[in-house]
């Protein structure tokens, strides 16, 4: 897979990744493990920057390992995450948990495909992480929700930063002596990004991990997670245990078929079995916001909504909460809205269930696939909304970003986004038309 690679016994010498392999015809290209850690950028100038060369990984034979290194061979037990990343990724929110973490949880997850609706799972935590390209007062001071999440998820593992790495290069700076990594998972945005599929497709560097694995990993692959990080925000377990009410439903709202009559009988079922509630993310306090007044007229026409609906309203402004309070407010989410921004990396935190759904809002013409992908990857209903109209896959518009992607003027009709949810929670299935820019 592209970018996120299993791999037993990986030796390291002098900053340089060793395979020992006596066929390396047996073996995938280098450039699809891993790359030389350059920034991403896409000039054809820095895509041959980003191409590994034997400096950074390289195989060699059994006898070629025996010369080089002896019996200096010093052993680092347990799972080992390496993350080769440029720091232009790691310290943002959505970049970190909604594509490199996930990423990571998705490929390590399906070697437990029995991975229940509880969480529950045999896998132990990995010992250590090693950010290759990150200090780590860098990770730390960006996002507090990454390593908040990183470390909840994880207890017993260590994270090591380049510092590490480099102490651990210097002590094998003579490549006179090794260190061997009994399991290695490994992942690589620039590797990942070298094929078609991924830039083509969906935009988003753990596809190659996700879609890999799709015929072996639990339904559940990500439940061990999300409840790991809500405990430890102290979310009320109730809510934690939310999905545990469809263990049994196999269905899911993501697009890829037309729902049946069954499956509309379940989703206007779901609103009965838990609470509703309605999550606006505003980024009003930001660059990229909605019309003043398209503002304060859909949060209006929400509170009127879930007033007259005896649902839960919540207008969040996550830059003044503290991590616990907007994994709190998250974790009890059915229905996130928001602009297109950070905040709506929150859906991770949200309980799968039947009407679970993330609302994005766009300037008329725009769209990325950023939480569209990272939504229908957990199984929940995605819709991108221009101003007063919705579209979800298979129908979803091409990805584009026109100037006013970023812009302070981005407009949204309340009463009618209103009425989209009002009509996604009662099983009421979306006009699929083809999108048109306005």
């Known amino acids: 897979m592209p970018g996120y690679t299993l791999l037993q016994d990986v030796y390291m010498a002098n900053g340089t990744l060793y395979i020992v392999a006596n066929d390396q015809k047996e073996w995938p290209p280098l450039n699809a493990i891993t790359s030389s850690g350059y920034d991403l950028e896409w000039s054809e100038e820095e ?13 060699v034979s059994e006898a070629q390992a025996a010369k080089r290194w002896g019996e200096s061979v010093w052993p680092v037990k347990d799972w080992t995450f390496f993350v080769n990343e440029p720091d232009q990724f790691l310290y943002h929110y959505y970049h970190w948990i909604g594509e490199t973490f996930l990423g990571l949880v998705r490929l390590y997850s399906s070697l437990d495909p029995a991975i229940n609706v509880r969480g529950e799972t045999k896998l132990p935590d990995p010992a250590r992480m090693i950010m290759r390209h990150i200090s780590y007062d860098e990770w730390i001071n960006w996002s507090r929700l990454n390593w908040y999440a990183t470390y909840s998820t994880w207890p017993s593992m260590s ?36 094929y078609e599929k991924v830039p083509g497709r969906n935009h988003r560097t753990a596809w190659s991990a996700w879609e890999g694995t799709q015929n072996i990993s639990s339904r559940w692959w990500w439940e061990p997670v999300r409840r790991s990080v809500l405990r430890a925000a102290h979310v009320d377990e109730k809510i934690v245990d939310r999905p545990s009410i469809w263990a049994n439903w196999k269905g899911s709202f993501i697009g890829d078929y037309p729902p049946t009559q069954k499956d509309l009988a379940i989703i206007k079922e779901a609103q009965q079995l838990a609470p509703v509630v309605i999550t606006y993310v505003s980024r009003q306090n930001g660059g990229r916001r909605l019309l ?91 819709y991108a909304v221009w101003n007063d109209t919705a579209f979800t896959h298979p129908t979803e ?38 999108p048109t820019a306005a």
Do not use: C
């Open 47 to 59: 895509r041959r920057l980003r191409e590994p060369t034997k400096w950074h990984i390289d195989i």
């Open 397 to 434: 518009p091409k990805v584009e970003y026109p100037p006013e992607f970023h812009g302070n003027s981005i407009p949204a009709h309340g009463p009618s986004i209103a009425r989209i949810i009002e009509n996604r929670i009662d099983g009421k299935v979306l006009d699929t038309r083809a």
């Open 292 to 382: 003043r007044d398209d503002d304060l007229l859909l949060v209006k026409s929400l509170k009127e909504l879930t007033t007259r609906r005896g649902w839960k309203f919540n207008h969040a402004f996550m830059e003044k909460m503290t991590p616990e309070e907007q994994l709190r407010l998250a974790g009890e989410t059915t229905i996130l809205i928001g602009v297109h921004g950070n905040g709506l990396t929150h859906l991770v935190w949200m309980p799968l269930t039947p009407i679970t759904t993330v609302i994005e809002i766009y300037y008329p013409g725009a769209f990325s696939k950023d939480y569209e992908w990272t939504a229908r990857a957990l199984g929940m209903t995605h």
């Open 159 to 194: 994270v090591e930063t380049t510092n590490q790495w480099e102490q651990r290069a210097y002590m094998t700076r003579d490549n006179r002596a090794a260190w061997r990594f009994e399991n290695m998972l490994i992942a690589d945005r620039g590797a990942s990004f070298r």
